[in-house]
């Protein structure tokens, strides 16, 4: 699991004294970035924007699990705040920019963070979910019930609007590229947040809490802040999530969407980076093709199925038994 | 690219119809074409066969939930009976194929939306069918509005579908909560039912249905002795039944649907509420609820209905046509959806064309006469008014099969039972009255 963030380091490291050559990692990372500039040409805007959404969103709910270790059962909530809030703002005011909707958005769910964060992050295990379950569905009925909302119709017809007064963001290959440069720009910011000395205390909070306490480290205040930080980048999904589909809708709300991310970042692998991403385009792609194949009605039970045997056979997801993998490889070789 | 579809579609206009078509055609927005261009354009290519439905098919979507609580409501049912739509039209239309897609929207509208916007955008899609969750067809419409595509709506409980969200583009095909909630209501008080207690659902939808049934109510001199509201969904009714039968109204009214009303209706039974000598009106319930439960316990509900499977020959041939490959008789919402597909390609075969605004048009200007609706009229907003019928449980006793399960008390004239358009919020009508 550790191996591609020590290739990581290691790769950082030499690009950073001696050589300048490209790591492999960093070829993979180019590669990627390059297919997402190119993919909208290839695959239809709107399914990518959904995929990079919820990658987005998974990708938050995992710098808390994977890096912390902290499960959280409610991060639904932090979706649909940043999705109603940026929602409500552009809809009431057309002319509004689209950036600072989303800004709105994001902040919303990082004042809903600190609150719930600070009450969650007294409990651990079952107890952290549990906690954390209980205040998502408090968030549910308070969206059912507020006005704003529209309660079950939810909110709709939000403007697309214009970035800068520039660029058209009705057009779907604007829209997709505006999306794909904010996924690009958390997924840094995560990729930062994880491998900085920051990162480094968070982890050592994951393996063993007592002893980081132990080292002087004040863990509450290190979980609070990641906790926070988790759910300002859930709520930039579900913000940008709004203005792709131009509705915010009960259904982000949900206990089924907390329990989506998880499928997802279980499926693509968790603790690891593109976990999330493999993850979320995985479920997506699926329950799309499935939707519209014969198999319609049964996309709940084959998505159920593919849980449960990843969850036997390959327990640290994709990403994580590839990179396991490469790990003995590379042992081989080495001997 | 419009105007050169416009330019061909007129082309293709038998001479006998050409005035009225040219007229229609300038009544129209947007495409009004110049009449010597659409005079030339018939000159020019009289005699050669032109395209005038695109991509020489007639493709329509099937959106609806598959898999979850609205499957036996709508669900892979409501697909067989666009398809038997579709077959009893022949499978083409004017000698351009039919093609059906479906697709789960898993109650998301989201999932909804997505699937929609994909279906324009890269299927070049005609019309979209089924339409269940009120939210995803609110979502849908709007975007069938942008993208200049037809909706057709069947399953959505929602009034303001064609209230305040209501767009050229689309229709609303079989009952909403307005005549519902007035059908019923009326009828039980015109019959003498005159003190209510309400069990509503706490959200929106509830509180806008408690409001619709206060309204009638009260001024057909009936009165509200009681009011409880019970949180959005709940699985323990009990206290709240027995502060209904404590109330001493002699109806109690569920403002509530799905898994709630069938929940409180359990517990009524369970609490004998009706034995008590108290009635219960449900608001919104369907065969397929009422088959669920049982006659047991939905014995003596009375509810409105927008078509029942047997109401007459024409409703009992068909429904024994759809029970013969579905194994089930049909809800409302999936004779709505046979009816509303065949009124559809009737309109498409009439102006030989699958343009949005023109065969909208046509659906319009046509009554709706079939099995589900008699003299069905559509109205500017995008309602299709047709009667309604209030009907009551049988008991076990009365019921002669499985699905016999309803007496017809009272067929409901649809001008009575549906929102008038002066009080309509809608901008297409608003001020007309």
């Known amino acids: 699991m550790a191996v591609l963030e020590q290739e990581q380091e290691r790769g950082a490291a030499s690009a950073g004294k001696a050589s300048r050559r490209i790591t492999p990692l960093g070829a993979l990372y180019l590669g990627l970035f390059v297919l997402g500039l190119l993919a909208p040409w290839v695959a239809y805007p709107v399914f990518l924007m959904k995929i990079l959404c919820f990658a987005l969103f998974a990708s938050a709910f995992n710098l808390l699990l994977g890096f912390v270790g902290l499960l959280s059962f409610g991060h639904a909530a932090f979706l649909a705040t940043g999705a109603y809030i940026t929602g409500f703002l552009l809809a009431e005011y057309p002319g509004l920019s689209p950036v600072l909707g989303i800004m709105a958005g994001t902040l919303g769910a990082v004042v809903l963070g600190t609150l719930f964060g600070a009450l969650a992050i007294r409990r651990q295990g079952i107890y952290f979910a549990m906690v954390t379950l209980a205040l998502a569905q408090m968030m549910f009925f308070f969206f059912v019930q507020a006005p704003f909302t529209h309660g079950e119709d939810g909110l709709h017809g939000v403007p697309r609007g214009e970035l800068f007064g520039l660029f058209d963001l009705k057009n779907n290959h604007t829209l997709y590229y505006f999306v794909f440069a904010i996924f690009v720009a958390a997924f840094v910011l995560i990729r930062r947040v994880v491998h900085s000395p920051f990162g480094q205390v968070l982890k050592a909070i994951r393996e063993n809490e007592p002893r980081a306490i132990s080292l002087g480290y004040h863990t509450d205040a290190y979980k609070l802040v990641a906790f926070v930080l988790s759910a300002g980048l859930a709520g930039l999904a579900g913000a940008t999530k709004t203005l792709v589909f131009q509705l915010a809708s009960l259904g982000d709300a949900s206990w089924h969407m907390s329990g989506e991310v998880i499928l997802m970042t279980l499926l693509g692998g968790v603790g690891t980076l593109l976990g999330p991403l493999v993850g979320s385009g995985l479920v997506i792609g699926l329950q799309h093709q499935l939707a519209q194949s014969a198999l319609g009605d049964w996309v709940s039970v084959i998505l159920g199925a593919i849980f449960v045997i990843c969850v036997l056979s390959f327990r640290s997801g994709i990403v994580g038994e590839c990179q396991r993998w490469l790990e003995k490889r590379k042992e081989r070789d080495e001997v | ?433």
């Open chain 2, 1 to 433: 690219m419009h105007a050169t579809a416009n330019a061909s579609r007129k082309v293709s206009c038998k001479p006998s119809r050409l005035s009225r078509h040219i007229s229609s055609a300038l009544r129209v927005r947007r495409r009004a074409l110049p009449l010597s261009a659409a005079l030339l354009g018939t000159l020019l290519s009289a005699g050669v066969a032109q395209a005038d439905i695109s991509d020489d098919t007639v493709k329509i979507g099937y959106l609806a939930d598959m898999s979850g609580t609205y499957r036996d409501l709508a669900g892979p049912g409501g697909l067989d009976a666009l398809k038997m739509a579709v077959e009893d039209f022949g499978g083409s239309v004017n000698g351009k194929p039919i093609e059906v897609l479906s697709a789960d929207d898993r109650n998301s509208a989201d999932v909804g939306a997505n699937t929609v916007r994909g279906w324009i955008d890269q299927q070049n899609i005609d019309m979209v069918g089924g339409l269940v969750a009120s939210s995803v067809s609110i979502a849908v419409t709007r975007i069938l509005a942008e993208q200049d595509t037809l909706g057709i709506v069947s399953g959505s409980a929602a009034s303001s579908i064609t209230n305040e969200h209501c767009t050229p583009n689309h229709i609303h095909w079989v009952y909403d909560t307005y005549p519902l909630a007035n059908g019923t209501a009326k009828a039980i008080v015109d019959e003498g039912g005159d003190s209510w207690f309400l069990l509503t659902a706490d959200y929106a939808f509830g509180h806008a249905l408690e409001g619709d049934v206060e309204k009638v109510v009260t001024e057909n001199g009936g009165t509200i002795v009681g009011k409880i509201r019970h949180p959005f969904p709940t699985s323990d009714f009990s206290s709240y039944i027995l502060q209904a039968q404590g109330s001493g109204a002699k109806i109690v009214g569920l403002a509530n649907a799905g898994s709630d009303t069938v929940n409180a209706l359990t517990t009524a039974s369970q609490f004998g509420l009706v034995q008590s000598g108290q009635s219960l009106a449900g608001l919104l319930i369907f065969l397929n609820d009422v088959h669920a439960l049982g006659l047991n316990v939905a014995q003596g509900l009375q509810l409105t209905t927008g078509w029942y499977w047997d109401l007459n020959e024409e409703t009992r041939a068909w429904s024994q046509r759809y029970y013969e490959r579905n194994e089930r008789m049909p809800t409302m919402v999936q004779a709505g959806i046979y009816s509303s597909t065949l009124h559809y390609l009737n309109a498409v075969a009439a102006t030989d064309s699958d343009d949005t605004a023109t065969v909208r048009a046509k659906m319009g200007e046509t009554p709706v006469n079939d099995m589900f609706a008699k003299n069905g009229i559509i109205r500017a907003d995008g309602r299709m008014v047709h009667d309604m019928y209030l009907v009551k449980v049988k008991s076990p006793s009365e019921s002669t099969g499985e699905w016999d399960v309803y007496d017809v008390i009272r067929t409901i004239p649809g001008q009575e039972a549906y929102r008038p358009l002066a009080d309509s919020q809608c901008a297409l009508v608003k001020g007309q009255g």
